[in-house]
């Protein structure tokens, strides 16, 4: 049981470049989130779904999109990269709304 | 809006003396409370929850944490710290009356010292 995995764990961008992070998770859950982790800020929403063919924008969508079109996966596009998208990004999922997140290892990106 | 206050960036403590962090929070309705840890280079991982029931919660190395209504807090605790314990904990807030997305605190690193 491989729980919640994300690809690449690292990875250098140049301003303009665009890359998708890409998230899976094998325990059927229906609630799947992106969040970004930046020093001292704690976790940042960035979008959430709440089953395949649902997303919606959290706290920080700017710059992010992302689909579900398959329960199982949630990748997150970022379309033309900026410095202040440099950042650890977390997927993460649960069972229902109000339950535990399960989250992935995460995926250190940095915009040059 | 909901929000979740971790008013100390970091908490020191030695080895074998009790720890607390702290949280609280602000919502609409019933809050659902979390607390999680995460080690240097690695994803969050559930430690406890409070949900309904027992103020006192008890959840994995140890921890527990406590419910307060009155004073809408969420401490975690643990009777004897060890200095495998140095991480970063976050403590998160969901709610039945506002958003069921979890909202996360911005976290506060524990250092136990040997």
């Known amino acids: 049981n491989a729980g919640v995995t994300q690809t690449p764990k690292f990875r250098i961008l140049k301003i303009g470049q665009s890359m998708t992070l890409q998230c899976t998770q094998d325990?059927?859950?229906?609630?799947m989130y992106w969040y970004r982790q930046d020093p001292g800020m704690g976790l940042k929403l960035i979008y959430y779904?709440?089953?395949?063919?649902?997303?919606d924008k959290g706290e920080v969508p700017n710059g992010y999109n992302v689909s579900r079109s398959t329960t199982e996966d949630f990748p997150l596009r970022l379309e033309l990269a900026a410095p202040s998208q440099t950042s650890v990004y977390f997927c993460?999922?649960?069972?229902?709304?109000?339950?535990?997140?399960?989250f992935g290892q995460g995926t250190r990106l940095t915009v040059v | 809006a909901q929000s979740v206050a971790q008013p100390e960036d970091q908490v020191n403590v030695a080895e074998g003396n009790p720890l607390t962090v702290k949280c609280t929070y602000s919502?609409?309705?019933?809050?659902?409370l979390f607390w999680y840890v995460q080690y240097p280079n690695r994803g969050l991982q559930f430690l406890l929850k409070?949900?309904?029931?027992?103020?006192l919660v008890k959840g994995s190395y140890g921890f527990e944490a406590e419910f307060n209504k009155s004073q809408t807090s969420f401490h975690l605790k643990k009777p004897s710290a060890l200095v495998s314990d140095s991480a970063l904990y976050f403590c998160?807030?969901?709610?039945?009356?506002?958003?069921?997305?979890?909202?996360f605190g911005r976290g506060t690193s524990l250092i136990v010292h040997p």
């Open positions: 993460a999922s649960s069972s229902d709304l109000g339950t535990e997140a399960f």
């Open positions: 325990m059927n859950h229906n609630y």
């Open positions: 779904s709440v089953g395949a063919g649902i997303t």
């Open positions: 919502v609409s309705g019933n809050p659902y």
């Open positions: 409070y949900i309904t029931g027992d103020n």
């Open positions: 998160a807030v969901s709610s039945s009356g506002g958003s069921y997305i979890p909202t």
